[in-house]
């Protein structure tokens, strides 16, 4: 297993701003990643019973919690953003919703301090019995004129 070594520079450049990583970091970056993983895997295998072919997030859940060598990974586990396609154990799922939930106010509330929301809601656009004129306004531009955008509408030049 290789790891792309642009991936892998993406990856760190994203940790620090001003960081610039060379080919040779990243490559030897993606070689202890590499390492790293078989290392994990090993270890739940070993734990997995002889009968399962098949690794689940219990499985992992079990080494990370029993190991403190990866016991870093349970505080990133426990807030990993997709849960809906992870099968969390209750616990750590309701915990998980508790805090989606919460960040879903928050990112609303900056929503409206930043006057991005729009002023309407799905329910009342489908509910618009309103039709649409294909027909042009007087009020349309003339053959000869034409049209310039200048971020925030069409206007006339």
């Known amino acids: 297993m290789a790891l792309p070594t642009s991936t892998v520079k993406r990856i760190m450049s994203m940790a620090s701003d001003p960081l610039r990583v060379s080919k040779e970091a990243a490559e030897a970056m993606a070689k202890a990643t590499e390492l790293f993983i078989q290392d994990l895997v090993g270890e739940v295998a070993a734990q997995m019973p002889a009968s399962r072919r098949t690794m689940k997030l219990e499985h992992l859940e079990n080494v990370i919690n029993t190991n403190p060598k990866?016991?870093?990974?349970?505080?990133?586990?426990?807030?990993?953003?997709?849960?809906?396609?992870?099968?969390?154990?209750?616990?750590?799922?309701?915990?998980?919703?508790?805090?989606?939930?919460?960040?879903?106010?928050?990112?609303?509330?900056?929503?409206?301090?930043?006057?991005?929301?729009?002023?309407?809601?799905?329910?009342?656009?489908?509910?618009d019995d309103s039709q649409v004129d294909d027909k042009p306004s007087e009020d349309s531009f003339s053959s000869d004129e034409t049209a310039s955008y200048d971020g925030n509408a069409l206007s006339p030049r």
Do not use: H, W
């Not at 154990?89 to 960040?103: D, H, K, L």
């Open 70 to 127: 990866y016991a870093f990974i349970g505080d990133a586990l426990k807030t990993f953003p997709c849960e809906e396609f992870l099968c969390l154990t209750p616990s750590i799922q309701s915990a998980t919703v508790e805090e989606s939930e919460s960040n879903i106010v928050d990112i609303e509330d900056m929503l409206d301090e930043q006057s991005i929301r729009p002023d309407f809601s799905t329910d009342e656009l489908a509910n």
